[in-house]
Nanobody
Framework: QVQLVESGGGLVQAGDSLKLSCVAS????????MAWFRQAPEKEREFVAV????????YYATSVKGRFAIFRDDAKNLVYLQMNNLTSADTAIYYC??????????????????WGQGTQVTVSS
C-alpha cells in the first residue's frame, strides 16, 4: 500500500521560507512523477508544482513560480517543496501526490491516485 506523509508546515510571517517534505512508503518513487497541490479555506484544491520522474523537468503554478522549488531525493524516497518569500496568499494545506502509473507527471489532480494527509502552512502578514 502506497502512503505519502508530508511534514514541514507551520506558522510563519510574510517573507519567510519553509521547506516541506513528503516521504513515500510502499513503493520507490524513482519512476514516478511527483507533485504538490494546496487547498486554502473555502477554495478548491489547486496545483502548485510537479517534477518528472527523472527530476529533469519541473513545472510551477504561475502564482508560485520564482518563489517555490520542487526537487526530489530518490535515494531517500523523498520529495521536497522549498517555499521562499511566502505571502498570506500561500496559506493553505499542502498535499503531496503520486500517480498510480509510472512516468506520469501532470498538473491535474485527476492524474494522481495517492495523496498524503496534508501539512498546514499559515503565513501571517
Amino acid at each position: 500500500q502506497v502512503q505519502l506523509v508530508e511534514s514541514g508546515g507551520g506558522l510563519v510571517q510574510a517573507g519567510d521560507s519553509l521547506k516541506l517534505s513528503c516521504v513515500a512508503s510502499g513503493r520507490t518513487i524513482s519512476t514516478y512523477g511527483m507533485a504538490w497541490f494546496r487547498q486554502a479555506p473555502e477554495k478548491e484544491r489547486e496545483f502548485v508544482a510537479v517534477i518528472n520522474w527523472t527530476g529533469t523537468e519541473t513545472y510551477y503554478a504561475t502564482s508560485v513560480k520564482g518563489r517555490f522549488a520542487i526537487f526530489r531525493d530518490d535515494a531517500k524516497n523523498l520529495v521536497y517543496l522549498q517555499m521562499n518569500n511566502l505571502t498570506s496568499a500561500d496559506t493553505a494545506i499542502y498535499y503531496c501526490a503520486s500517480p498510480r502509473r509510472r512516468y506520469i507527471s501532470d498538473t491535474s489532480s485527476q492524474a494522481y491516485d495517492y495523496w498524503g494527509q496534508g501539512t498546514q502552512v499559515t503565513v501571517s502578514s
